[in-house]
């Protein structure tokens, strides 16, 4: 290690000639070396420390006992530039070669840097402020066992802890190791017990050199090697003391000479003083800073999401990402409740990122829709229903997983929550399952306002036409004889219940010009049906029969075994003969408008 400089002598406060800033020795300590350096602290402030929330700061009364507020405009409190502590302040600095490594993050030099002036203590220049530091946190990768157990099922429960801890842990041993080979005297006393704790504080009290003005261009900069376009975290004495609060209005106010925040409404005699860390869920609260809200309304859920589109789809999601926001993670927010009354269906992105919807419009799009994604305005939503109705399925199902897992390792959490931390993970669990419920009751309203009049159930037609439910009962379809070039048909090309729908689309649309009404008891559905296939071009049979005069398909024989089934069981109102191409005309409808959800099948518009 290089050769220490002397620590600044600091003058000693003398209570009786300048202010009270704190009851707390060291926190009036504080304030008197910031102010000293060109700092500054409102003289309706208050600093304190309760064993509860730990430093805060407040509103007090003036020196008449009258009631004071902070009028607007108001600089609460500011911190000059040469007191913030960052790698743009190295002194004492350690080796070149371990700050220019080009293996160790700026993150992990950071850290290191911080634990330096914790070893030092007295003698490190920035000892008014290190010495009230933290020693110990509320964060997960300081929970025991039971208190991890009651964030299994959570994200941070399911690994997010893990990573980070193994995140940090090799940035602490590569910089251990690059100490030990620079012939560090005191390297062993830099344990991963003390990196934790660094690195923590940074989480937890810290701000982004970029957003208070701090560049590597800063006159304090030397002896380090940080890239231009990377920011590093900055910890600013007594700025940092102010907690947070959602929706507080303050003012961050960088300059080249100090950060102060300054807020612009007025504050009552006695309230304590936040800062807005910005809209954090709790799952970031907890995890960066110890601490949960209870019925947070910035709160979040994060989704990760990692599968990609192959072949075709692949292309075309290559080509929309560059005009999208895509991210690896997506933070959730709670659903706002819908109306299932109102006639107007909501669209996905009212609710979910659009590019996340756009990815899994992609993902589950049949052939089809995937000539419609590539071909038609990429900018036209939905692609059909039935592509928009298996994308809200897709998300159920991803959504249901977490809800699933959350609520699977509640019934194993039998005690009452005891500590402060188990409090704080439940507070964070409950919140979590509220946001995956709000989601999916919200995709359930989704599927409802389709299902009025835009799908059909085959359980719903069979239902609405006994006739042919009888009649199917009476003469099964015989799948195990229809066979295919590599087994049974019904195991290797289609299921039983699309060839149920592929005789029910030849009953009720394959005569269209003489056709009256439906046959079906869901007259609304078929006759808009039916009406989207004669008027959309190459959909209706005359069309398609056209194109395909002859079935010109390895599985033309299986098509032929199909329309003998329905002409040999004389399929009530399919008029005349059917043959080969009338099964292929309403085998290619079932594939592209049909859509499976449970254990039933739809038929959409």
Aim: aromatic share 10%; glycine share 6%; with cysteine.
């Amino acid at each position: 290690m290089s050769e220490l400089m002397p620590a600044p002598k600091r003058t000693k406060l003398d209570p009786e000639a300048s202010r009270r800033y704190s009851e707390h020795q060291y926190l009036h300590e504080l304030a008197g070396w910031v102010i000293q350096a060109g700092g500054h602290v409102s003289d309706t402030l208050e600093l304190y420390k309760d064993e509860e929330n730990g430093f805060g700061a407040r509103i007090i009364s003036d020196k008449n006992g009258e009631s004071e507020s902070a009028g607007e405009p108001l600089t609460l409190v500011s911190c000059p530039t040469s007191l913030m502590f960052s790698l743009a302040n190295p002194s004492p600095s350690f080796p070149v070669s371990f700050l220019e490594s080009p293996t160790l993050s700026v993150h992990a030099k950071s850290c290191f840097h911080l634990s330096q002036h914790l070893l030092l203590k007295e003698q490190s220049q920035f000892w008014p402020y290190i010495r009230l530091l933290p020693e110990t946190f509320h964060t997960p990768l300081y929970f025991n066992d039971d208190e991890m157990e009651r964030l299994a099922g959570t994200n941070l429960g399911a690994g997010d802890v893990t990573l980070r801890k193994q995140l940090w842990t090799e940035e602490w041993e590569t910089g251990k190791q690059l100490l030990e080979n620079g012939n560090i005297e005191n390297a062993q006393e830099y344990t991963w017990d003390l990196y934790l704790r660094a690195a923590t504080i940074y989480t937890s009290r810290s701000f982004p050199s970029k957003l208070v003005g701090i560049t590597t261009d800063s006159p304090a900069d030397h002896n380090t090697e940080v890239s231009d376009d990377a920011s590093f975290p900055v910890l600013i004495p007594l700025v940092d003391i102010l907690n947070h609060k959602p929706d507080t209005k303050i003012i961050w106010e960088p300059t080249p000479t100090s950060f102060s925040l300054r807020t612009p409404e007025n504050i009552p005699a006695g309230s304590q003083v936040f800062n807005n860390y910005g809209p954090k869920g709790n799952e970031e609260l907890l995890m960066g800073y110890g601490f949960v809200i209870p019925e947070n309304h910035t709160d979040s859920l994060a989704m990760k999401f990692t599968i990609s589109p192959r072949g075709q789809a692949a292309e075309i999601w290559e080509q929309r990402m560059l005009k999208q926001a895509w991210k690896d993670v997506f933070h959730l927010t709670k659903s706002a409740d819908f109306d299932p009354k109102t006639r107007i269906t909501p669209a996905l992105e009212d609710d979910w990122p659009e590019a996340f919807v756009d990815l899994f419009r992609i993902l589950v799009a049949n052939e089809s829709e995937i000539d419609d994604l590539e071909n038609g305005d990429p900018n036209a939503t939905p692609v059909s229903i039935r592509n928009e109705l298996a994308v809200a399925l897709g998300l159920k199902a991803a959504i249901s997983q977490k809800l699933a897992a959350i609520r699977k390792y509640d019934l194993s959490l039998t005690s009452p929550a005891a500590s402060y931390r188990e409090k704080a993970a439940d507070i964070y669990r409950k919140g979590q399952e509220e946001i995956v419920v709000s989601k999916i009751n919200r995709l359930d309203s989704f599927l409802d306002c389709y299902a009025r009049d835009s799908i059909l159930s085959l359980g719903q037609y069979l239902n609405d036409n006994t006739d042919f439910a009888q009649q199917l009962d009476r003469n099964p379809i015989p799948v195990e004889e229809i066979e295919g070039e590599d087994g049974p048909f019904y195991e290797e090309i289609i299921a039983k219940e699309e060839l149920a729908f592929i005789i029910a689309i030849l009953r009720e649309c394959l005569d269209h010009e003489g056709a009256g009404e439906p046959s079906s008891g869901s007259g609304v559905f078929w006759r808009a049906f039916s009406h989207a296939l004669y008027s959309t071009p190459g959909m209706s049979f005359a069309d398609f029969s056209k194109l395909n005069e002859v079935v010109d398909d390895e599985s033309e024989g299986v098509y032929a075994a199909i329309a003998d089934y329905c002409n040999c069981a004389e399929v009530e109102h399919v008029q005349g003969f059917i043959g080969s191409l009338h099964i292929s005309w309403a085998w290619g409808i079932v594939r592209a408008k049909c859509i499976t959800v449970g254990e039933d099948l739809f038929l959409t518009l």
